[in-house]
């Protein structure tokens, strides 16, 4: 399905790391973490200010600083990478093609280059545009790839005659040098332009994981489709897992888990394990049923009979 990248920025806005004390390393950083970064095309050894912050609900978190821009990485419980994060776009996500890193950071210099364009394209959605007073410093910026966005303020009249400070969001297209288009502009909450580019949805990917073992033991994994999965019919943001009918031991990998038998005419629940890491139980899956697991579960099957 596509669908418009409308104001994805919101939340892509970069904070650009301020002058602070700059912690170089050397960083002990995982096998996995290693590899995460290689996908997305980062260079570990550019990393800076690693540290340790609060966990999340299923591991441990860490924030760095990589070209200036600040990321945030969720760890899995088994020290898996769930995601490596810019400002909210997940630049890695566990179970999803990788993006490119060097797409999502901003060059500010070029950035600050589109300043004149922007004013020009807010004025003139202006009521009184030649009283118009931008902001010299507070400009921030995103980035999609060829898309740069640009948020500021103006001090301007209004249509009452009233001088006020008039938020307004604008995204250029820079994909042609000789050609700068402005394919969105949001003055003070109305949108002028809107010629956003359409997205494909993010491709699930086939991973090492949920997997079948030398010994028979079945991985699943949230989010991931491995040998059974298979996305929902009715909501395919979902994964039902289609494993072969018996009874099975079930051991749980991630901080908690919860595995959910499902009817599959009904979609109704039949019945569920609730387990915390490193706990078992077993459970009986028959024909006409699947398994469905809530978030950030990981769990290891193992057929009894």
Not at 101 to 107: A, G, K, R, W
Request: aromatic fraction near 12%; hydrophobic fraction near 35%.
């Amino acid at each position: 399905m596509k669908r418009i990248i409308l104001i994805f920025f919101s939340f892509l806005i970069i904070g650009l790391a301020a002058c602070e004390r700059v912690d170089k390393g050397p960083f002990d950083f995982s096998p996995e973490f290693e590899l995460a970064c290689s996908d997305i095309g980062m260079d570990t050894s550019q990393i800076y200010n690693w540290k340790s912050i609060a966990d999340w609900a299923n591991g441990k978190r860490f924030q760095f600083v990589y070209k200036r821009h600040n990321f945030l990485t969720y760890m899995n419980y088994d020290n898996t990478v769930n995601s490596i994060n810019l400002d909210g776009i997940k630049i890695y996500e566990q179970g999803y093609e990788p993006y490119q890193v060097d797409d999502y950071l901003v060059d500010e210099y070029f950035a600050e280059t589109l300043i004149p364009y922007a004013e020009e394209n807010v004025k003139l959605a202006l009521t009184y545009p030649l009283t118009a007073d931008f902001s010299l410093l507070n400009w921030s910026y995103g980035r999609q790839d060829n898309l740069y966005q640009l948020q500021s303020s103006v001090k301007a009249k209004n249509a009452l005659g009233v001088e006020s400070s008039i938020p307004f969001t604008i995204i250029f297209d820079v994909s042609s040098e000789e050609t700068l288009k402005c394919v969105y502009l949001d003055v003070n909450g109305a949108i002028i332009e809107n010629n956003m580019p359409t997205s494909t949805d993010r491709k699930r990917i086939d991973t090492n994981s949920n997997i079948v073992t030398e010994d028979g033991t079945i991985r699943l994994i949230y989010g991931e489709l491995g040998l059974y999965g298979k996305q929902d019919k009715k909501y395919p943001e979902y994964i039902d897992y289609f494993i072969p009918v018996g009874k099975y031991n079930v051991l749980c990998n991630s901080k908690t888990g919860i595995v959910m038998i499902i009817d599959d005419k009904t979609n109704d629940e039949i019945s569920r394990v609730t387990l915390s890491a490193g706990q078992s139980d077993t459970f009986e899956i028959q024909s006409n049923q699947h398994i469905e697991l809530t978030m950030y579960s990981d769990a290891a099957l193992s057929i009894i009979s």
